[in-house]
């Protein structure tokens, strides 16, 4: 059987090395989380021994219309696949995406071939965007002052609780969260804010009305987003359009109560535009885990915000977890196995 995978940044095929393919450091983690990791982590060729796989990796159109006409399966992560090319997979019995955004994938052309399309989860998103929760509340609840105020030994006077010993903590359901974007990690973040009692909004290039009522949130306009919120995360994919589309007028918009969060793409925002608004107060704060430049340089000036307490900054790690990239290999190469040994497949579109 012939599979095709068009993923240009590898995840795909990054969680289905073999267990002696994995460094030491990887392998001493997981057996941490999980005594029988070795027997869990499953290369490509091991879990499809018995049914062999000619796999085909392209990276361009030109190299998928040229794969397509004998192909079996299609597999594609963070790809636009034209309608026309996809025509050309005579026989296909599968499309597969790994993540459950699958808007890059033409539906509609394969159902009128009768072709099947999957779209399975990303754990790498939902990491992602537990992240994003833990910069929310670390925020609201001040906890980075709170830290010191107890490393300090400054929350007691005369043997009782000091009582101006913590200032400024606010309630997640007094606020209006807004999405910058509502694709396969903004929606997560938008059910954790249900369960807060927040008003939630979101601006996309493409509206998702059948979502809304699913996920509590309201469409509304790119400055009125900007606008309204009081916490403003961005979710957004960097490509030509979208390079430094959030800069000094928005950040102009914004509430000088409100937190900005990027745990996108450092690209997306104009950095220096930020740490001025920071600086001058129009902002309460901001966390990011992406910068501009990455690693972010030592002398950056984030980091003195960093220090004052104005943003919280992480090394562009909200991504990780050992098993992120495992499950969503798996899940995605498992359903393909299904496909073969003439199973059910799951997470059918």
């Given at each position: 059987?012939?599979v095709?995978?068009?993923?240009?940044?590898?995840?795909?095929?990054?969680?289905?090395?073999?267990?002696?393919k994995?460094d030491?450091?990887?392998?001493a983690?997981?057996?941490?989380?999980?005594p029988?990791?070795?027997?869990?982590v499953?290369?490509?060729?091991?879990?499809?021994?018995?049914?062999?796989?000619?796999?085909?990796?392209?990276?361009?159109?030109?190299?998928?219309?040229?794969?397509?006409p004998?192909?079996d399966?299609?597999?594609?992560?963070?790809?636009?696949?034209p309608?026309?090319?996809?025509k050309?997979g005579?026989?296909?019995?599968?499309v597969?995406h790994?993540?459950?955004?699958?808007?890059?994938?033409?539906?509609?052309?394969?159902?009128?071939?009768?072709v099947p399309?999957?779209?399975?989860p990303?754990?790498?998103?939902?990491?992602?965007?537990?992240?994003t929760w833990?910069f929310?509340?670390?925020?609201?609840?001040?906890?980075?002052?709170?830290?010191?105020?107890?490393?300090?030994?400054?929350?007691?006077?005369?043997?009782?609780?000091?009582?101006?010993?913590?200032s400024?903590?606010?309630?997640?359901?007094d606020?209006?969260?807004g999405?910058?974007?509502?694709?396969?990690?903004?929606?997560?973040i938008?059910?954790?804010?249900q369960?807060?009692?927040?008003?939630?909004?979101?601006?996309?290039?493409?509206?998702?009305?059948?979502?809304e009522s699913?996920?509590?949130?309201?469409?509304?306009?790119?400055?009125?987003?900007?606008?309204r919120?009081?916490?403003?995360?961005?979710?957004?994919?960097?490509n030509?359009?979208?390079?430094g589309?959030?800069?000094?007028r928005?950040?102009a918009?914004?509430?000088?109560?409100?937190?900005?969060?990027?745990t996108?793409?450092?690209?997306l925002?104009?950095?220096d535009?930020?740490?001025?608004?920071?600086?001058?107060?129009?902002?309460?704060?901001?966390?990011?885990?992406?910068?501009?430049e990455?690693?972010?340089?030592?002398d950056?000036?984030?980091?003195?915000?960093?220090?004052?307490?104005?943003?919280?900054?992480?090394p562009?790690?909200?991504?990780?977890?050992?098993?992120?990239?495992?499950?969503?290999?798996?899940?995605?190469?498992?359903?393909?196995?299904?496909?073969?040994?003439?199973?059910?497949?799951?997470?059918?579109?």
């Amino acid at each position: 059987m012939k599979v095709v995978v068009w993923d240009n940044i590898g995840n795909v095929l990054w969680g289905m090395r073999a267990w002696d393919k994995w460094d030491a450091v990887n392998r001493a983690q997981l057996l941490a989380e999980d005594p029988d990791a070795a027997e869990k982590v499953m290369s490509l060729a091991e879990m499809f021994r018995d049914y062999p796989l000619e796999l085909c990796e392209v990276h361009t159109e030109d190299e998928l219309a040229a794969a397509l006409p004998d192909a079996d399966v299609l597999i594609v992560h963070k790809e636009t696949v034209p309608p026309d090319f996809l025509k050309q997979g005579r026989n296909l019995r599968l499309v597969q995406h790994l993540g459950q955004d699958y808007r890059g994938v033409p539906v509609e052309t394969a159902r009128a071939m009768n072709v099947p399309v999957a779209a399975t989860p990303l754990i790498n998103y939902i990491a992602v965007a537990e992240h994003t929760w833990a910069f929310i509340l670390n925020h609201l609840k001040r906890l980075p002052a709170q830290r010191d105020l107890m490393t300090a030994r400054a929350y007691k006077e005369d043997g009782k609780w000091k009582q101006d010993r913590v200032s400024g903590l606010t309630l997640a359901r007094d606020l209006t969260l807004g999405l910058l974007g509502f694709g396969e990690i903004a929606r997560p973040i938008a059910r954790v804010a249900q369960a807060f009692d927040m008003q939630i909004l979101y601006w996309d290039i493409q509206r998702f009305p059948d979502l809304e009522s699913v996920y509590g949130v309201s469409y509304t306009g790119w400055d009125e987003l900007f606008r309204r919120s009081d916490v403003l995360s961005v979710h957004l994919a960097l490509n030509e359009q979208t390079y430094g589309i959030v800069g000094a007028r928005e950040f102009a918009l914004m509430k000088p109560t409100s937190l900005f969060i990027n745990t996108a793409r450092g690209k997306l925002v104009d950095q220096d535009a930020l740490v001025l608004a920071l600086r001058e107060g129009r902002l309460d704060g901001a966390a990011l885990d992406v910068f501009t430049e990455e690693p972010l340089p030592f002398d950056d000036p984030l980091h003195a915000l960093h220090d004052l307490n104005k943003v919280t900054l992480t090394p562009h790690s909200a991504w990780q977890g050992h098993w992120t990239h495992i499950r969503d290999s798996q899940t995605l190469w498992l359903n393909v196995l299904h496909l073969v040994k003439g199973e059910a497949l799951e997470y059918l579109v």
